[in-house]
Structure formats: C-alpha cells, structure tokens
C-alpha cells in the first residue's frame, strides 16, 4: 500500500439509539463525538437508524405477506388468466 493516501483505520463505536445497542469495531468513518466504551478507552461513537439489533430481518418482527391471498383477490377483481 503506499502511504499517505488511505483513511486512517481504526476503532470506533456504532451506536443504535433506537434499540439501545452498541458496537465496537473498526472502520475508516470518523466523529467528532467520543464514548467511554466498557474496556474504560474513549471511542468515536457513530449514531446509525438501523442495526441488527432493530432490522426486522434480524429481529424477526417482518411482517409475512400472504400471497396467495393477494393472487385470490386479483383473480376476483380481474377474472383468471385465459377466460375470455
């Protein structure tokens, strides 16, 4: 690698505000707002919307979308395929 041209890499906090739930990584992304991590280092901390701890893939809470029922009420609105 030659130096001088890539973003310093190092420590940093991901922090889901919405879901009280924090992470410590690396990455090259940087703030100005610092927090105390529970290894007592001071960390930059990075606020995200969405984490694993608050996604509904990981959580589980997606909704599940009944398509057969959807296929049934289009078949009613617009008559099957074919039957002219």
């Known amino acids: 690698m030659k130096p001088g041209i890539h973003p310093a890499y190092g420590p940093v906090v991901f922090r889901d ?3 009280d739930f ?3 990584t690396r990455s090259t992304a940087t703030s100005d707002k610092t927090i105390e991590w529970e ?3 001071t960390y930059p901390v ?10 509904p893939f990981y959580t589980g809470t997606a909704r599940v979308v009944d ?8 078949e009613r609105r617009y008559g099957k ?4």
């Not at 990075?46 to 996604?55: G, K, L, N, Q, W």
């Not at 398509?67 to 289009?74: L, N, Y």
């Open 46 to 55: 990075i606020d995200v919307e969405i984490s694993s701890a608050s996604h």
């Open 17 to 19: 505000r919405a879901a």
């Open 67 to 74: 398509t057969a029922g959807r296929v049934e009420r289009f």
């Open 22 to 24: 924090a992470f410590l």
């Open 39 to 41: 290894d007592g280092n």
């Open 81 to 84: 395929r074919g039957a002219r």
